[in-house]
């Protein structure tokens, strides 16, 4: 059976960093695309970032470019999502979700089918 859980999430200052570990089970992720989405009380899911399974390709908001880093280890069915010089405004329940992805991934949380529960995310000083 499929899992995703998500790890990580903490209250950090602003500037600071954080690790987001997405363990999956029950499936070979090698042939998954991995994707992290965030939600904001109040606010619509955004998408963060994601890898692409066919070629290890990355894809990351505006938002969020240059300061985070989307990584896998498919030996250790696990995702990650490196957060660098972390803002208040990434202050959001953070998903990460994977689908077995033919082509290169993009953050359209339609193309998802598997989800975890969420970590959060503080941002404040």
């Known amino acids: 059976q499929l899992r995703l859980v998500e790890s990580g999430g903490d209250l950090v200052h602003p500037g600071g960093s954080l690790r987001l570990s997405c363990a999956a089970s029950?499936?070979?992720?090698?042939?998954?695309?991995i994707a992290w989405f965030r939600q904001a009380p109040g606010k619509e899911r955004e998408g963060v970032s994601c890898i692409s399974s066919i070629d290890g390709s990355t894809y990351y908001s505006d938002s969020v470019k240059g300061r985070f880093t989307i990584s896998r280890d498919n030996a250790k069915s696990t995702g990650y999502l490196q957060m660098n010089s972390l803002k208040p405004e990434d202050t959001s329940v953070y998903y990460c979700?994977?689908?077995?992805?033919?082509?290169?991934?993009?953050?359209?949380?339609?193309?998802?089918?598997?989800w975890g529960q969420g970590t959060q995310v503080t941002v404040s000083s």
């Open positions: 979700a994977i689908e077995p992805l033919t082509y290169q991934c993009r953050l359209n949380s339609d193309e998802y089918n598997a």
């Open positions: 029950g499936v070979t992720l090698n042939v998954y695309a």
